[in-house]
């Protein structure tokens, strides 16, 4: 088992920035990657970018590329999300998801932001 666990959730003005994290216990020498994904209301949860877990290989959404920085710590088994340039668009739910092997077996709860203009 692994266990997920986001904070840094809250309310932020447009053009700010926000530091999100994800904090992963359990069997975590299995994973392959760690996500974030994010949900809008009435929207489909889209892939935000994610880290392999060993690795520093990143992949990001188009739409958050240059404003978004994903990275880990391994001594604390975390994945942080810095988010810069915030614009009211990026107003999600988001959350994380640990990969093993293709699948996202494992998820977080999720941290709600909201970006005002």
């Known amino acids: 088992q692994v266990q997920l666990v986001e904070s840094g959730g809250g309310l932020v003005q447009a053009g700010g920035s926000l530091r999100l994290s994800c904090a992963a216990s359990?069997?975590?020498?299995?994973?392959?990657?760690l996500a974030w994904f994010r949900q809008a209301p009435g929207k489909e949860r889209e892939f935000v970018a994610d880290?392999?877990?060993?690795?520093?290989?990143?992949r990001y959404l188009d739409s958050v590329k240059g404003r978004f920085t994903i990275s880990r710590d391994n001594a604390k088994n975390t994945v942080y999300l810095q988010m810069n340039s915030l614009k009211p668009e990026d107003t999600a739910v988001y959350s994380c998801?640990?990969?093993?092997?293709?699948?996202?077996?494992?998820w977080g709860q999720g941290t709600r932001f909201t970006v005002s203009s």
């Open positions: 998801a640990a990969q093993i092997g293709t699948l996202y077996r494992y």
């Open positions: 359990g069997r975590t020498f299995s994973l392959s990657r």
């Open positions: 880290i392999g877990w060993t690795g520093e290989n990143t």
